[in-house]
């Protein structure tokens, strides 16, 4: 089983700066197979990215993924204040499990 | 445009059972490669189940043994059978379009409470 560590747990920011999010696997993760999704209280989670680097539909640029190997990246350039949520990165694929890193909250700061 | 639609949650007893269903609309359910998501009040996202178009299931070892998943074509709707609940089963339950493909469309989830 893949063991996702995300980091922060938490990241406190303000409106317009840049948050950058980490996504750490126990093991070597096909790019193909890693998504990051955000979610607000009380809703479902939004897919974002997909393939490490693929913006889901609609999904604003200011979003953007990379990464590969073991470590993976969400950056979200000029935070707009829908932004603050919790994200997730999860990996998916040929081979269950699919977990996922525990969060990271983004916060307004 | 794509719905998913959960239910069948409830306040249940430890040891009972509960079957939820997640029907769709905009996309054959049935087809597709589905899965269970849940979340505990507070908690993080916990894959639970998947069923891939050919009808493989796979489950988390923290359900293995107690849940079931399955598909009825003739209703297009999936089915997840919850035997043996116990308290660490509580959570939202969601039901969404992925496993071999990214988890693209959720349902807004079911509440399942396992209390005595």
């Known amino acids: 089983e893949i063991v996702l560590t995300q980091s922060p747990g938490t990241l406190s920011l303000s409106p317009g700066e840049r948050a950058t999010l980490s996504c750490r696997a126990s093991q070597s993760v096909s790019s193909s197979y890693l998504a990051w999704y955000q979610q607000k209280p009380g809703q479902a989670p939004r897919l974002l990215i997909w393939?490490?680097?693929n913006r889901a539909t609609g999904i604003p640029n200011r979003f953007s993924g990379s990464g590969s190997g073991t470590d993976f990246t969400l950056t979200i350039t000029r935070l707009e204040p829908e932004d603050f949520a919790v994200y997730y990165c999860q990996h998916y694929g040929n081979s269950p499990p699919y977990t996922f890193g525990q969060g990271t909250k983004l916060e307004i700061k | 445009e794509v719905q998913l639609v959960e239910s069948g949650g409830g306040l249940i007893q430890p040891g009972g059972s509960l079957r939820l269903s997640c029907a769709g609309s905009?996309?054959?359910?049935?087809?597709?490669?589905m899965s269970w998501v849940r979340q505990a009040p507070g908690k993080g996202l916990e894959w639970v189940s998947v069923i891939y178009s050919d009808g493989v299931t796979f489950y988390a070892d923290s359900v293995k043994g107690r849940f079931t998943l399955s598909r009825d074509t003739s209703k297009d709707t999936l089915y997840l059978q919850m035997n043996g609940l116990r308290a660490d089963d509580t959570a939202v339950y969601y039901c969404?379009?992925?496993?071999?493909?990214?988890?693209?469309?959720w349902g807004q989830g079911t509440l399942v409470t396992v209390s005595s």
């Open positions: 969404a379009r992925g496993g071999w493909y990214r988890f693209d469309y």
């Open positions: 393939g490490a680097s």
């Open positions: 905009g996309l054959t359910v049935t087809h597709n490669y």
